[in-house]
C-alpha cells in the first residue's frame, strides 16, 4: 500500500477504489475465509470419483492441499 500511496494522488477516486479491492483481496486470503466452502468443494470432488482412492483425505489438509 506503501506503493500506492507514493505513486497515486492522494484525492484520487480510482486510488480509493483500488485501496479497496486490495484489502478485500487481503481479507479473502486469509487462511480462515472460505475454509467451510473449500472443506465441501474437496469433499464434493472425492465423493463423485469413481476410484475409491480419494484425491483429498482429511488426514492430508494442510499438508498437501
Do not use: V, Y
Not at 1 to 6: N, Q, W
Not at 14 to 37: C, F, M, V, Y
Amino acid at each position: 500500500m506503501r506503493l500506492l500511496d507514493e505513486h497515486l494522488p492522494p484525492s484520487d477516486e480510482r486510488r480509493t477504489a483500488g485501496l479497496a479491492l486490495l484489502n478485500q483481496w487481503i481479507e479473502e486470503d486469509s487462511p480462515t475465509a472460505g475454509a467451510e466452502e473449500d472443506d465441501e468443494f474437496f469433499r464434493n470432488l472425492d465423493a463423485s470419483r469413481t476410484s475409491n482412492r480419494p484425491l483429498f483425505p482429511p488426514e492430508l489438509k494442510g499438508i498437501t492441499w
